[in-house]
């Protein structure tokens, strides 16, 4: 019975994975609040802190099926396959450019990063502060034309700068991996549209990397119920990172990302006013 209701919980987590991944809102402050009234009961200690970056692939793998002809560097001839093509090939290069701020400081200081900063006070603070600066931003660009308006022309000096807010929302949870690359790209003049786009395959390498990170620190000795939570969490994450993708990039064609701004303000004092509630009981 207890399996049951985890696997449950788990299509929960992983709808709530699937939605708050890709739309600029931290995916972490939502699993920590819904952590807090949903947890697992058949699982062993330290399932849960590889579970929430591990569910991730699910997301990822609606990346690939969605963008694969944008993201795939090889064309066929004939019946040979190995053509790559230039232009994929580039944008993988500043893809992987824009992985390596991440990557460093994620090997080398994760498990401090986790002890210093995963809690629910730096969550709400930088979903407050990432709210602000959506707002701030739109409100300045409004009526601007962006410099950069596709992938194409984003350079690897811009792919490295995005790399460095990906490395804030790394170090610091709350931020939202999706709204601080996004932002990045806003500042440097890139499109939303570009922006999104090139903060969609970044979190290919980038959630490849962290999960095979914490599947190695858990180690490999799954129960069979832990592993089937964990499959159930990915699938339903990959459905709704299907459905929320295609919204998103519809949603930008017409609208900014002021309305995600407002959304995070709220969010962050929703989380602060609760946990602090909670530790005055």
């Known amino acids: ?5 985890d696997l449950i919980r788990s299509v929960l987590f992983g709808i709530v994975e699937g939605i708050t991944e890709w739309l600029p809102v931290s995916s972490t402050g939502h699993l920590i609040l819904l952590e807090e009234f949903i947890r697992f009961e058949s699982v062993s200690e330290g399932f849960w802190s590889m579970f929430e970056v591990v569910i991730q ?7 690939l099926v969605i963008f694969w002809r944008k993201i795939w560097p090889f064309s066929k001839k004939g ?15 500043k893809i992987l450019v824009a ?5 460093v400081v994620g090997l080398l200081f994760d498990d401090l990063i986790d002890a210093l900063f995963y809690n629910p006070v730096t969550v709400g603070i930088m979903l407050i502060l990432v709210g602000i600066a959506f707002i701030v931003l739109e409100k300045r660009h409004k009526g601007k034309r962006a410099q950069v308006e596709t992938l194409e022309d984003i350079s690897f000096q811009s792919a490295f700068g995005i790399g460095l807010f990906q490395l804030v929302a790394a170090i610091l949870p709350g931020t939202s ?4 690359t996004i932002l990045g790209g806003l500042m440097l003049g890139v499109s939303r549209t570009a922006a999104a786009e090139f903060t969609f395959f970044l979190a290919i390498p980038v959630m490849f990397g962290a999960s095979l990170l ?13 592993l ?7 699938v339903a994450a990959f459905a709704v990172s299907m459905l929320c993708i295609r919204f998103l990039m519809d949603y930008i064609k017409r609208h900014d990302f002021a309305v995600f701004g407002w959304y995070r303000i709220v969010l962050g004092v929703v989380v602060l006013g609760y946990f602090a509630v909670k530790a005055l009981v």
């Open 177 to 180: 991996r999706s709204g601080s």
């Open 214 to 226: 914490k599947v190695v620190k858990f180690g490999l000795a799954f129960t069979a119920s832990e």
């Open 79 to 93: 019946e040979v396959l190995g053509i790559i093509k230039r232009d994929k090939l580039m944008l993988w290069c």
């Open 228 to 234: 089937l939570i964990l499959l159930v969490g990915m």
């Open 57 to 63: 692939l699910g997301a990822i793998l609606a990346v």
């Open 1 to 5: 019975m207890k399996l049951i209701f």
């Open 99 to 103: 992985c390596i701020p991440a990557a």
